[in-house]
Nanobody
């Protein structure tokens, strides 16, 4: 049984940093994406960043390029999202997703999801 558990969310002021973690269990597939998505109230879930497990290639939404970094520690089976220079518009529930195929930023392309961790950025 695949489980994804996010942690690390919280409240910060604009310009601050947070690191999100996604602990995975029961998941070993290599030729797929693992990613981070976010969803603000009243908005669609959007892809933030993804990593292709087989190659380590990373992908980012334009809105977070240069500020966010996605990494995967295979020894700990944990996915991370380092978020720097946070802005109020980054406020959302952040979700970890696994086993994505096709377009990395399309939520429907992922099979497994965590329950999310809230990030709130105040101005």
């Amino acid at each position: 049984q695949v489980q994804l558990v996010e942690s690390g969310g919280g409240s910060v002021q604009a310009g601050g940093s947070l690191r999100l973690s996604c602990a995975t269990s029961g998941y070993t597939s290599t030729y797929y994406y693992m990613g981070w998505f976010r969803q603000a109230p009243g908005k669609e879930r959007e892809g933030v960043a993804a990593i292709y497990r087989a190659s380590g290639s990373t992908y980012y939404a334009d809105s977070v390029k240069g500020r966010f970094t996605i990494t995967l520690d295979n020894t700990k089976n944990t996915l991370y999202l380092q978020m720097n220079s946070l802005k109020p518009e980054d406020t959302a529930m952040y979700y970890c997703a696994a086993q994505g195929a096709g377009a990395w930023s399309r939520a429907a392309n992922y099979d497994y999801w965590g329950r999310g961790t809230q990030v709130t950025v105040s101005s």
